[in-house]
């Protein structure tokens, strides 16, 4: 193959890609699928971190329901909304946003009781996040 054809595979490829890429600032931008997203993230981190605590997955199913559907009044396509909650990199930043708000709290990285301790607070306060727990 010459060195032509692989610059025009991969020009081809990079256009393609662009055509199909889909502009999320708006959900990024959206408080309610910020404020959910970021909450089911922290949520899902004391659930990975703390053996105590469990996720209510019906009722973080029921909730992402209902933020697909805001989503989706916002103009984005079922597909578009899965691809973005599904996006590696969306995980990666929302999980760079819940690692330090839960440090904030309390939490210490590799201390298990830290992350029980602000969970049950949580569910204490009530809030979003403790809506997701439940204590085994």
Known sequence: MSIRTVFLAAGLSA???MAHATDYDPLRSDSRMHAELLGASVAYLIDENCDALSLRKL???NKAFSLRKHA?????SH???????????EQD???AIA?????S???????????CT???AEIEKRSFTGSLLYER
């Open 59 to 61: 009722r973080l199913l």
């Open 99 to 103: 690692e330090p708000l839960l440090a």
């Open 105 to 115: 709290k309390g939490v210490v990285e590799g201390q298990e009781e830290t992350y």
């Open 93 to 95: 930043r929302f999980r």
């Open 15 to 17: 256009t393609a890609g």
């Open 72 to 76: 989706m009044s916002l103009g984005f």
């Open 79 to 89: 597909s578009e909304v899965m691809d973005y909650v599904d996006s590696d990199t």
């Open 118 to 120: 602000v969970g049950r």
